[in-house]
């Protein structure tokens, strides 16, 4: 059954667990034959901060640290507080590898899904969550009627492929950590959007890709134990197209063993092949943007990766080569010479943008590989050497949302200020945004206290809002000049403030004020209707000339709440006695 598939006990990972076909050594999988027996031989786990280390320690102060009271979300090095592990990085780095063998050494049982179960709510309810309400498992059997290990730990592997047919899966995994008993170990090559909500709930442990020397010495290894003729340039090239997979290149590696053990022999003939078996992987801008600036390893295939390196990602590779060429400089050359191709790369990037936007105009996006030589590799080409420093996110789409910002101010600047003057959104943020910002601000820097009425009278013969106030200073504020409204005081601007919202203004539009609104429910007024009233605002409204005010009659006064009214009795029976004293004594 369904249930009896998720909860299959995984076997070692020792060497010696795979047992050869017909007892021919040569029909077992490398990577079968050559996995793990230990922690000790995974790579790139030796450091006593590696993931493998941080799990073992999460994983033997589990139920220690799972009674204790002051469980806080916090987030601690050591990931006391999670009930969950969150591992992830790139394929072939060791992950499940690790997490079974940290389970095996601190004495757990693994119980692993991956993508090939199906992990939809219902089947995580039916099966699993019988397991995570268990702290002792004594009592449960597999499907042989063996008793399972008291520790046991469950292993969500590739968790980032729960797609469509696991609806409800990620939800339910997030509901399963809130109430296990047992660790819960998850695993993922990626970390996108629809992981967010369950990494909150999970302890961190990032992979990192393997260092490929480290890689080269464990093939080499491989290779003299399997009689294989190796030359380390070779094997670099296969770790290159396998983008430092492990598991890939030892399966290449047994694939063209095949057919013969010298492989130096046929590097020439094994050249393409290894183009065939290179694996594609999505990379990030800052790993494409560095291929563009460095020396070409092999000036015939440049042009052809340098454009699948802009095809990574079209629209942000070019604004990242703009923001980051000019960190890198050619090899040789005078200081003249390094000026000059710097200007010479400044041109192509002004070309292509040229390009760029009639090409989007026109919706041709057939030109995208001539854009990619005049974006990024004809303005790299020119300085083309040493790259300095690390990538910089392209500061384009901060601009982009600030001028945004600006150009909606301006707008909304002159729609309020529109009975007055005669100008559009350019004009008002050129030509009047400088001169009613020194009429508001220089009033409260001079007189302090005294202008703040000038300054009120002014905004009102413009029709300006206390927000247009912030406004006008934002707009015409520039990078590099200091700011005048930092020398009023704040007992200027608390007494501005004070003023302005005590004040009635008359506004020939609209005010959008957005603020969360509470039901009150009035009585004594005409059809006892609801009214509605800011929950935040305290201000009186008796000077606002756009309200007009009711008449002190009895359907102007509002009943007080129960409590109001209890309190009042309250009083009026302890005055009572007091009232009837002083009678007597007039008597």
């Known amino acids: 059954s369904?249930?009896?598939?998720?909860?299959?006990?995984?076997?070692?990972?020792?060497?010696?667990?795979?047992?050869?076909?017909?007892?021919?050594?040569?029909?077992?999988?490398?990577?079968?034959?050559?996995?793990?027996?230990?922690?000790?031989?995974?790579?790139?786990?030796?450091?006593?901060?590696?993931?493998?280390?941080?799990?073992?320690?999460?994983?033997?102060?589990?139920?220690?640290?799972?009674?204790?009271?002051?469980?806080?979300?916090l987030k601690s090095d050591d990931g006391w507080e999670k009930k969950a592990v969150f591992m992830h990085g790139a394929p072939g780095v060791g992950k499940t590898t690790t997490a079974k063998l940290v389970c095996q050494t601190c004495g757990y049982e693994a119980i692993e899904l991956n993508a090939s179960d199906t992990r939809s709510k219902k089947l995580l309810e039916q099966s699993i969550s019988t397991l995570t309400g268990n702290s002792t498992m004594t009592q449960f059997y597999d499907s042989n009627a063996h008793a399972r290990a008291q520790k046991i730990a469950i292993i969500f592997d590739e968790i980032d492929g729960i797609g469509g047919g696991d609806r409800g899966g990620i939800g339910e995994i997030v509901t399963l950590i809130k109430r296990t008993k047992v660790p819960i170990i998850c695993i993922a090559n990626e970390t996108p959007q629809k992981l967010k909500t369950l990494r909150m709930y999970c302890f961190q442990l990032p992979f990192r890709k393997l260092d490929h020397e480290q890689i080269v010495k464990r093939m080499l290894g491989i290779g003299f134990k399997e009689g294989l003729k190796l030359n380390p340039i070779l094997l670099r090239q296969i770790i290159e197209g396998a983008n430092g997979d492990v598991r890939q290149v030892i399966n290449n590696l047994y694939m063209w063993s095949r057919n013969g053990k010298d492989l130096r022999g046929k590097q020439v003939a094994l050249a393409k092949d290894i183009k065939h078996a290179a694996k594609n992987i999505s990379k990030t801008p800052w790993e494409s943007v560095p291929k563009f600036f460095k020396p070409p390893a092999n000036p015939k295939d440049n042009l052809k990766d340098l454009s699948d390196a802009f095809f990574q990602d079209y629209q942000m590779i070019p604004l990242f080569v703009q923001e980051n060429y000019l960190k890198s400089s050619p090899a040789t050359g005078s200081a003249t010479r390094k000026l000059d191709a710097?200007?010479?790369?400044?041109?192509?990037?002004?070309?292509?943008?040229?390009?760029?936007?009639?090409?989007?105009?026109?919706?041709?996006?057939?030109?995208?590989?001539?854009?990619?030589?005049?974006?990024?590799?004809?303005?790299?080409s020119f300085v083309r050497g040493s790259f300095?420093?690390?990538?910089?996110?392209?500061?384009?789409?901060?601009?982009?949302?600030?001028?945004?910002?600006?150009?909606?101010?301006?707008?909304?600047?002159?729609?309020?200020?529109?009975?007055?003057?005669?100008?559009?959104?350019?004009?008002?943020?050129?030509?009047?945004?400088p001169f009613m910002r020194q009429h508001l601000i220089a009033p409260l820097i001079m007189k302090e206290t005294e202008g703040v009425k000038d300054v009120i009278e002014f905004m009102d013969s413009y029709h300006l809002t206390r927000i247009d106030y912030d406004s006008l200073n934002e707009l015409s504020q520039l990078s590099g000049f200091d700011d005048p409204t930092k020398k009023v005081n704040t007992k200027t601007k608390s007494a501005f403030t004070r003023?302005?919202?005590?004040?009635?203004?008359?506004?020939?539009?609209?005010?959008?004020?957005i603020k969360k609104k509470k039901r009150v429910v009035t009585a004594g007024l005409e059809g006892d209707e609801d009214d509605e009233k800011d929950e935040n605002d305290n201000d009186d409204v008796g000077g606002d000339g756009m309200i007009k005010q009711k008449g002190s009659g009895k359907g102007s006064k509002r009943k007080g709440t129960a409590k109001n009214s209890r309190g009042a009795a309250t009083k009026k029976a302890k005055r009572a006695p007091k009232k009837r004293t002083a009678k007597k004594k007039q008597k």
């Open 388 to 433: 300095r420093g690390r990538v910089d996110f392209s500061s384009w789409f901060g601009n982009n949302s600030k001028q945004k910002k600006f150009r909606r101010l301006s707008v909304e600047l002159q729609q309020h200020t529109r009975t007055e003057i005669s100008a559009d959104a350019n004009d008002m943020r050129l030509s009047y945004v």
């Open 342 to 380: 710097i200007a010479r790369a400044a041109e192509a990037i002004s070309d292509s943008d040229l390009m760029e936007t009639v090409s989007r105009e026109a919706m041709d996006f057939s030109t995208l590989p001539l854009f990619a030589y005049t974006s990024c590799i004809r303005p790299a």
């Open 499 to 513: 003023t302005y919202n005590k004040t009635g203004h008359m506004l020939p539009f609209a005010e959008h004020d």
């Open 2 to 73: 369904s249930s009896s598939a998720t909860t299959t006990t995984m076997s070692s990972t020792s060497a010696n667990a795979t047992k050869p076909i017909g007892g021919d050594t040569s029909a077992t999988l490398w990577t079968d034959k050559y996995a793990p027996a230990s922690l000790s031989d995974l790579l790139g786990q030796g450091g006593a901060r590696s993931p493998a280390n941080k799990l073992k320690h999460w994983l033997n102060n589990w139920h220690k640290n799972y009674r204790r009271k002051d469980r806080k979300p």
